[in-house]
């Protein structure tokens, strides 16, 4: 139920996500090539901690989060 799209430079990737349904959904992603700790919740003053290169969040009926991992 969520869809996403994924943008890397040199010194940041980028996680573009969407909750694709009426209902509130959660998410997984897997980025075990990148050493980040967190992920940057952009717009919503929080991070989201990664472990074994794994987090997880939340989302509203057709919400929208902006992740950035250094």
Do not use: N
């Amino acid at each position: 139920p969520v869809d996403l799209l994924v943008k890397q430079g040199k010194q940041e990737t980028w996680v573009f996500a969407v909750g694709m349904t009426k209902r509130p959904a959660s998410a997984i992603f897997t980025c075990q090539e990148l050493k980040a700790t967190a992920a940057e919740v952009l717009g919503e003053d929080r991070k989201v901690q990664l472990k074994g290169g794994v987090f997880s969040d939340e989302f509203p009926a057709y919400g929208v989060h902006l992740y950035r991992l250094r």
